[in-house]
T-cell receptor, first 116, second 117 residues
Framework: GAVVSQHPSWVICKSGTSVKIECRSL??????MFWYRQFPKQSLMLMAT?????????EQGVEKDKFLINHASLTLSTLTVTSAHPEDSSFYIC????????????FGPGTRLTVT | AQKITQTQPGMFVQEKEAVTLDCTYD???????LFWYKQPSSGEMIFLIY??????QNATEGRYSLNFQKARKSANLVISASQLGDSAMYFC??????????????FGQGTRLTINP
């Protein structure tokens, strides 16, 4: 299957700082990318959907000013956690789809964020 | 709105036995897709199997098969001849089609499968 990469795989930052997570589709062009958040022993919760060149659509309850998403190209989306706090510590997973057809959605390996 | 329900928080199975992981769903979409993913302790999401709502035959992929019962809105995953490496978290997911906002993949709560030697 297609490959989606994420960088970094883990990051530790101090409270109040910002952290950027990159998501890349390596062998296909991703029309749509998704960002999920997963707390320990819980399911994946969709944070936002981004389409290349347009603003992201955030799920209810997700602060768009805190979680900035940029889908600048068909192979790159970034999630920036601004002014991070300990409660933002979580596992963040990106996902990408090559088109609108019903079919597989590819996931990155995830980024574990710890805010101290 | 779409909803996925996995009622088994945990399952314990002996190696080489078959196991069925339950998944029921609710949607008003006529066209939708059902997915199963495996998440080992490393955290990566591994795609296992896909079933389209209009597919007449149950999907199969190696040791994985999807028991799709559309009228009952269930999409159970069957793993035959379980192996120790099958121990992981398993998520059922659904994606709708044309309706605005329905193209997102919605996940169930997950089932933790443990294979005993």
């Amino acid at each position: 299957g297609a490959v989606v990469s994420q960088h970094p795989s883990w990051v530790i930052c101090k409270s109040g700082t910002s952290v950027k997570i990159e998501c890349r589709s390596l062998d296909f062009q991703a029309t749509t990318m998704f960002w999920y958040r997963q707390f320990p022993k819980q399911s994946l919760m969709l944070m936002a959907t981004s389409n290349e060149g347009s603003k992201a659509t955030y799920e209810q309850g997700v602060e768009k000013d805190k979680f900035l998403i940029n889908h600048a190209s068909l192979t790159l989306s970034t999630l920036t956690v601004t002014s991070a706090h300990p409660e933002d510590s979580s596992f963040y997973i990106c996902s990408a789809r090559p088109g609108l057809a019903m079919g597989e959605q590819y996931f990155g390996p995830g980024t574990r964020l710890t805010v101290t | 709105a779409q909803k996925i329900t996995q009622t088994q928080p945990g399952m314990f199975v002996q190696e080489k036995e078959a196991v069925t992981l339950d998944c029921t769903y609710d949607t008003s979409d006529q066209s939708y897709g059902l997915f199963w993913y495996k998440q080992p302790s490393s955290g990566e999401m591994i795609f296992l199997i896909y079933q389209g709502s209009y597919d007449e035959q149950n999907a199969t992929e190696g040791r994985y098969s999807l028991n799709f019962q559309k009228a009952r809105k269930s999409a159970n995953l069957v793993i035959s001849a379980s192996q120790l490496g099958d121990s992981a978290m398993y998520f059922c997911a659904m994606r709708g089609w044309i309706i605005q906002g329905a193209q997102k993949l919605v996940f169930g709560q997950g089932t933790r499968l443990t294979i005993n030697p």
